[in-house]
């Protein structure tokens, strides 16, 4: 139901920007978000956008990163900016979701993954 897309390698300093996008016949999406999980690490989460678009960012991507969606086309979208090497990880989109005739239910995206050299 989500797919998530934009992923690559890029230099420190660089941008690069993710899509989500949630298909499916008329799904509703409610809060979605972006997760992510370095080698080792737990998966984090990196900022979220409620439906309205209140956003709530990681401290580690505060004034670097901007999440936004489309309602329409039901699409997220995070904007990388002043990319670190530390951002290197798998990025994963998540979202509530609700399929026409369906249930509310809390999906992921298969993973992009994000590498920033030094």
């Known amino acids: 139901q989500l797919q998530a897309s934009g992923g690559g390698l890029v230099q420190a300093g660089g941008s690069l920007r993710l899509s989500c996008a949630a298909s499916g016949s008329l799904i509703s999406v409610n809060n979605m978000a972006w997760y992510r999980q370095a080698p080792g690490n737990h998966r984090e989460l990196v900022a979220r956008?409620?439906?309205?678009?209140?956003?709530t960012y990681a401290d580690s991507v505060k004034g670097r990163f901007t999440i936004s969606r489309d309602n329409a086309e039901n699409t997220m979208y995070l904007q990388m900016s002043t990319l670190e090497p530390g951002d290197t990880a798998v990025y994963y989109c998540?979202?509530?979701?609700?399929?026409?005739?369906?249930?509310?239910?809390?999906?992921w995206g298969e993973g992009t993954q994000v590498t920033v050299s030094s």
């Open positions: 998540n979202a509530d979701v609700r399929p026409s005739g369906g249930t509310w239910n809390n999906a």
């Open positions: 956008i409620t439906s309205v678009g209140v956003t």
